[in-house]
């Protein structure tokens, strides 16, 4: 069976700080991966989506990078976080574009 | 502009009770429609998927309807239980480029005893 791990569960981090949220997905090859972030009170918004090892496509311009160094691995990176990227993050992924999403337990980020 | 309403934003019922949440749509072309569980501080988690086709499909205590004429799905919980308490998610994929997935900001429903 397939599953999907997202780490850190909680993070609290400094204004300026860097930022690095892990995701992995196991029991599956060349899923489709995903990056959404979940502010108070608002729905998900999808922040980057990778179809392939190294192909990353960016939904709106922000302070956020990812990355897929391998292709079941998926990285939300940050060079210096704001205020403003505190959030509930979540990655996803799925066979094919339009397909079911399977999402990690997320991570809460506080940014201070 | 595709866009997903969901509506009420936040429901409160007594245990047992049934409640019914609504997902109007403008997504075009419209490839299918899901709803999410969201428990808090967790991620989503699939309860039902609908394609053009099909008018309604349940999972237990869970029955979605889709009206693709009128653009509308709703989620009916019957017999709620405390465990309901949670975020339900309408997220509608669309045909084209891109991860064509477009959520609503979700329904709160409180079950209380």
Redesign the interface.
Known sequence: SQTIHQWPATLVQPVGSPLSLECTVEGTSNPNLYWYRQAAGRGLQLLFYSVGIGQISSEVPQNLSASRPQDRQFILSSKKLLLSDSGFYLCAWSRQRNTEAFFGQGTRLTVV | KNQ?EQSPQSLIILEGKNCTLQCNYTVSPF??L?W?KQDT??????LT?MTFSENTKSNGRYTATLDADTKQSSLHITASQLSDSASY?C?V?A?QA????I????TTLSVSS
Do not use: H, M, Q
């Open positions: 997903v490839s299918n899901r999410y501080g967790r991620g989503p988690v699939s998927i998610i997220v994929s045909e891109g991860t064509a997935l959520f609503g900001k979700g």
